[in-house]
Every structure is written in C-alpha cells, then in structure tokens.
C-alpha cells in the first residue's frame, strides 16, 4: 500500500510524492528527487521540521525535544524525517521548491472543449496526456499557444482525473481570452505547469462558507466535486456574486450538488443597477442564512480584489472571527494569482 503525499512549498508550487508504507515522507521525497531540508534524519536537529495540514501519521518517539516540542506537534507540527503516514497528506514545507532541487511540474494536453457560456465566461475542458494530481482549490498555469505568456486558473473538476476543466473570464483584448474565442481548436496542445497555491480544501470538522465572485466560482465547484465524493455531513452554504444577471454560471452543476449534496445550498446575488435577479447588490449584504455560527465556521472566499477586500471588512466590522479564514485574489491578465491564507 502506498499513500500519496502533496508537499506544499513555500512559494506556491505543490508535488505529489507516492510514501510506501512504513516509509518516511523524508525518504519519499527522496525517492522521488526532491531534497527536503534535512541535517541529521533522526530526529535531533529539526531542520526537516514542516506542518501536516491533512490526514493520518506516526511520529513515534525516536526525535528529541529540542527537535519538536510537544506544543509543536500539538499544532500539527512534524519531522518529515519521522512522520510514517497511514493516509494520505498534506505538508507544508517553509522553504522554496528551489531549495529542494524541485519546481513546478509540467502536464501536456490536449483541447477538448472550448464553449461560450456568458458573454463574460469561456469553458475550457483539456484532456491531459498524463496523471496531474492537485488538491481541490488549486490551479495551475495554462501557456498561451503561440506565445511565451502563462496564464492561471483555478481547476473546476474534480481531482484524480485526466478530463480537466476551467471556468475563464472572457476579458476583450485578453492574450488567453483572445486565443480561446477566436483560434482555439479541438485537438490543440497546450502545456501546463502547476499545480498550485494554498486555496485548497481543508478537511471538514465544522461548517464551511464558501464566497465566489464571478468565475471564483471555478475552486468552488472542484471542492463540491470532492465533497461529493468524499461525503460531507456539515453544512455548507455558498453565496456566488457576479456584476451583471448574463454573468450567472454553472447554475445547472450548483443545483446538482444541492440535490445530491444533503448539507449544501447555496444563492446568487447580482449587483448591476438594472438586474431583475431577486437578490441585488453584494455577498455582504445577503449573509442572513450564512453559517456564520459566532466564528465557528471555515470560510473560503475568492473573487476580484474589490470584493475580497469587503468580505474582510464585513468580518471585522462584525466583530467575528472565523476558525479560519481562507481567500485568493484575482485580477485579469495577470500571470500568476495572488494568493493568501489567514
């Protein structure tokens, strides 16, 4: 049996190792080329110190105090040199991929679909040629074909398959944007690099609030996607906010998951002066059945940066603190997205 092991570095990029079982996360990153910071592998030195954010392992009792303390491993703290996993995980590691002989993986693929679905939205499905793993949240950067330009978008399927899907804000005069509406073809290659970014799903243990403006829906619908698979038994409640009512995508998977989703519902908010949509304005102001619980919820919020810097007032402006907070940034035609955690 082996488990498979995403190591998230400190500048965004994520690799996936496959741990044996019985085998050290130091030692799998070996196998697989990847040197994680180490000194002395047996526990004494701490220099392989990282975090586990995600799933089952064994320290045993072998490493010393000084290497990591019990207030450390309280906090999810681990010795990759130590930790045994019994599942799979997810560790942070606090140094650059550089640092360990590795950087972001490169995927090729093949265009399958390109569809118009607003005038503000495109549909990108690729078929990749090999295995890409990512976590639910992550994106990847897509070359532009033709150019040497990169582009980043959030995944919108679910992890654990070749049949890939993005959902792209068509911006006029865009490098991507244009390419996609006007050359893009079925059967075109394209090269991938990632995956990326801290945005991912973390396991759920109480409530989750998912806030999307426009196409942030796209991190949001792979996170229900492996919610769907996985189960989930705790309310989660989505508020998707665009500009204009043509803006309004995917409804159709929304109404899906919130039939095959037990715990899930979610609303859409418009706030264009001349929508006829039932409920204008912005997601702040439309927070009345949000599970909000005095702070006893995860949220997770990604959108154009106007909207990601209010959701952060409303909450302070509250007064409520959320058990964590988790939001990503977006701003057309920029090469890679701005991306943070709190």
């Known amino acids: 049996m082996s488990y498979n092991i995403a190591l998230n570095f400190e ?11 019985g085998e050290t996360v130091l030692d799998a990153a070996y196998r697989a080329q990847i040197n994680l910071p180490m000194d002395c592998s047996d526990g004494v030195c701490g220099t392989c110190k ?10 045993g009792d072998e490493y010393i105090d000084e290497a990591l303390s019990d207030e450390e491993a309280e906090q999810g703290m681990v010795l990759t040199c130590q930790m045994v996993p019994s599942s799979d995980c997810v560790v942070e590691v606090p140094v650059a991929s550089t640092m360990c002989k590795t950087g972001n993986a490169e995927v090729t ?3 399958a679909e390109v569809n118009l679905i607003s005038p503000t939205s495109i549909e990108l499905k690729i078929t990749a040629d090999d295995d890409i793993a990512f976590l639910p949240g992550q994106y990847v950067n897509i070359q532009v074909p033709g150019t040497d330009q990169t582009r980043a978008y959030s995944f919108s399927s679910k992890p654990g398959s070749r049949d890939l899907s993005f959902l792209i804000r068509n911006v006029p005069g865009g490098l991507m944007s244009s390419w996609l509406v006007g050359k893009a073809r079925t059967g075109d290659k394209v090269t991938l690099t990632g995956p990326m970014g801290s945005f991912y799903l973390r396991p759920i243990e109480r409530p989750v609030l998912m806030l999307a403006g426009g196409t942030g829906l796209a991190p949001f619908l792979a996170k229900l996607e492996h919610m769907k698979a996985n189960g989930c038994d705790l309310q989660t409640h989505l508020i998707y906010g665009v500009t204009n009512d043509e803006d309004l995508v995917c409804l159709d998977i929304l109404d899906r998951f919130a039939e095959e989703l037990d715990n899930f519902s979610y609303i859409t908010v418009v706030a264009g002066e001349e929508s006829t949509h039932p409920r204008k304005g912005y997601v702040t102001q439309h927070m009345d059945d949000a599970p909000v619980n005095d702070g006893d919820v995860d949220v997770y919020l990604c959108g154009p940066p106007p909207m990601v810097d209010a959701v952060l007032g409303y909450f302070r402006e509250q007064g409520i603190e959320p058990n964590s907070f988790h939001y990503e940034k977006f701003t057309p035609s920029v090469p890679a997205a701005e991306e943070k955690v709190a």
């Open 109 to 111: 693929g093949t265009v």
């Open 50 to 59: 990282g975090a586990c954010r995600q799933g089952e392992f064994d320290m």
């Open 11 to 21: 500048d965004g990029v994520t690799r996936f190792v496959s741990c044996n079982e």
